[in-house]
C-alpha cells in the first residue's frame, strides 16, 4: 500500500509539472487516472482510479464508469478508489470523476476480449517428462491461433492454440518452482495461469525375506511405497547372486520367484516414471544342514509301527524334504509343511535302518533307527491246580520283564475246557474253568509285539 501510494504521488506530481510547463493547469479542475488503461471483455479486472488536483489527492471525488461496463465509487483518504470492472463489450468505457468545487474530470479505457487460459494437470513432477493441455477461451468460445509461453522452473517452451483453443506440450521441467503459462494474441488482453514443479518422490522398497538359501528356490513378496503410500506399476529388478523381476500391483506388492545361484548379496532395485529410484538388499547364505528325529525313536522287529520323522534345519521345519529308509526296513514319504512325514516301519530282524532326509538346497541329514528284538510273555495262573467236576475261578496275570502287560489275550485249552479273555490294565483276567476230562490243560497269552507265554493248570 505505502508503494502504491509514494507511486501515485510521483504521478500526480509529474502530471502537475508536465501541465505548468504547458500552462494549462488549472486550480479548480479535477483530474482522473486509471490503471491498467485495459480490461478484457468478459474477464472481471480490478482497476485503480486515482483522483488528483492542484498537484495533491482528491479524496471524496465520485467516479462513473459507462459504454461497456459501468460503476460507480467514492475516492478514499489518499485519492484512490479500486473498482471491479466486467466489460459485457467491446468498445470504450468512459471515466467521470466529479466532486464540488472542481470542473469533472473524464478519461478513457478501452475494452478488448480478454482470453482465459486454463492447464491440466496443473501440478507436474520436476525431472518428469508430462503431457499438459492448456487451453484458450474468450467470452465463453475457444480462441485458436493464440501464442502460448511457458516460462519458469527451469523450462522456455511456445506453442499455437489449434482451432479448438487447444494445445498439447510436453512439459519436463529440471526444476521445483512455478511455471508461468500467458496467453497472447492481437486485439486481445492476454491472461496467465501457473503450472507447480513439485519435486519426486523417493521410492522404497521391503522384503519378505531378509534372508534366502543358495539354490533354493523360494517365492518372495516386495512391496514398494512412497511417502507411506503404495506404488503401483512400479518395476521390481533383482541382481547380484540372482535375477528376476517384477511389477507392482495395486497393493504395491511384487511376487518373485528367487533363485540364488550362490552364497553373496541380492540387491533389489526399484523404479517408476515420475519416481526416484529406491533399493535395499537381501542376503544368499549358503546350503544349510537337515536334521531328522523319529517319534518313537526304536521299533520292535517284526511288529508293525506308524513313525512320524521330522525335518529341521536349524530351528525352521523343512517342508518337501524326502525321507527314506534303508537296512532293515524299505520306505520313503515326503515331509509336509510342519516338515513330518508318517511312514510304516516294519522292521525285518533286529538291529538298525538308516533315515535319511534330502532337499534341493540343502545338505542331507540322517539317523539310525533301532529295531529291537520281541520280548518274552510271562503268565502264572492262580490257582494252579483245579478238580474236575468241580467250576472254579482262575487268575491269570500276565508280564513281560517284570512289568505287567494289558491288552494280552489269554486261552485256556485241554481237559474239556475252551476259554478265552483279554487282561485288563493290571495285566490281569479271571475265567471261569470247570475240568471235565483228563489230559493236559494248557494256557496261552498273546499279544503283538511280544513272544507268547505258556503255561499249564493241574487238575
Known amino acids: 500500500m505505502f ?37 478484457g471483455v468478459g474477464k472481471i479486472t480490478n482497476v485503480t482510479f486515482i483522483t488528483f488536483g492542484n498537484g495533491e489527492a482528491v479524496s471524496n471525488a465520485s467516479i462513473t464508469l459507462d459504454g ?38 473524464t478519461s478513457t479505457m478501452y475494452a478488448t476480449p480478454g482470453l482465459v487460459i486454463s492447464a491440466t494437470p496443473a501440478s507436474l513432477t520436476s525431472n518428469t517428462a508430462s503431457y499438459v493441455t492448456f487451453s484458450v477461451s474468450s467470452i465463453g468460445k475457444p480462441v485458436g491461433d493464440v501464442l502460448v509461453n511457458l516460462s519458469g522452473a527451469g523450462i522456455s517452451l511456445d506453442g ?12 519436463n521441467p529440471p526444476k521445483t518452482g512455478t511455471i508461468s503459462a500467458i ?10 495461469t501457473t503450472i507447480t514443479s513439485t519435486s519426486q518422490q523417493t521410492l522404497s522398497v521391503s522384503s519378505s525375506h531378509g534372508a534366502v538359501t543358495a539354490n533354493v528356490p523360494v517365492y518372495v513378496t516386495f512391496t514398494v511405497t512412497a511417502g ?66 523319529s517319534n518313537p525313536a526304536t521299533v520292535t522287529a517284526g511288529v508293525p509301527a506308524f513313525v512320524t520323522f521330522t525335518v529341521m534345519s536349524g530351528n525352521n521345519p523343512v517342508s518337501e524334504s524326502n525321507v527314506t529308509l534303508t537296512g532293515s526296513v524299505s520306505a520313503s514319504g515326503i515331509t509336509n509343511q510342519n516338515g513330518q512325514v508318517i511312514l510304516l516301519v516294519n522292521s525285518t530282524s533286529t538291529g538298525g535302518s538308516t533315515a535319511t532326509a534330502t532337499r534341493n538346497g540343502f545338505s542331507a541329514g540322517s539317523m539310525s533307527l533301532s529295531a529291537s528284538g520281541q520280548q518274552s510273555l510271562g503268565i502264572i495262573a492262580s490257582p494252579s491246580n ?52 483228563s489230559g493236559t490243560i494248557s494256557v496261552t497269552a498273546r499279544k503283538t509285539g511280544y513272544v507268547d507265554g505258556l503255561t499249564t493248570i493241574a487238575h
Open 68 to 105: 461497456a461496463a459501468s460503476s460507480t465509487g467514492i475516492t478514499d483518504a489518499n485519492g484512490m478508489l479500486t473498482l471491479m470492472v466486467n466489460a459485457t463489450s467491446n468498445g470504450n468505457i468512459n471515466v467521470t470523476a466529479g466532486k464540488k468545487e472542481y470542473r469533472n474530470a
Open 228 to 293: 507411506g503410500l503404495a506404488v503401483s506399476d512400479a518395476l521390481v529388478s533383482l541382481s547380484g547372486t540372482a535375477s528376476g523381476n517384477g511389477i507392482t500391483n495395486k497393493d504395491g506388492k511384487a511376487i518373485v520367484l528367487v533363485t540364488p545361484g550362490a552364497a553373496g548379496t541380492i540387491t533389489v532395485s526399484v523404479n517408476r516414471t515420475g519416481y526416484a529410484g529406491g533399493s535395499t538388499t537381501i542376503t544368499s547364505t549358503g546350503t544349510q544342514s537337515l536334521s531328522i528325529a
Open 386 to 437: 483245579i478238580t474236575n467236576g468241580v467250576t472254579g475261578y482262575v487268575t491269570f496275570t500276565v508280564t513281560s520283564g517284570g512289568s505287567s502287560v494289558g491288552g494280552a489275550t489269554v486261552s485256556v485249552s485241554g481237559g474239556g475246557i475252551t476259554a478265552d479273555g483279554v487282561t485288563n490294565s493290571a495285566g490281569q483276567v479271571t475265567l471261569q474253568l470247570n475240568a471235565a476230562a
Open 160 to 171: 499455437i492454440t489449434n482451432s479448438n483453443g487447444e494445445i498439447v506440450m510436453q512439459v
Open 3 to 39: 508503494i502504491l501510494i509514494a507511486l501515485i504521488g510521483g504521478l500526480i506530481l509529474g502530471f502537475a509539472s508536465d501541465r505548468l510547463v504547458t500552462g494549462w493547469m488549472e486550480s479548480s479542475q479535477l483530474y482522473i487516472i486509471g490503471i491498467p488503461t485495459h480490461v
Open 183 to 192: 496467453a497472447r494474441k492481437t486485439d486481445y488482453t492476454e491472461d496467465s
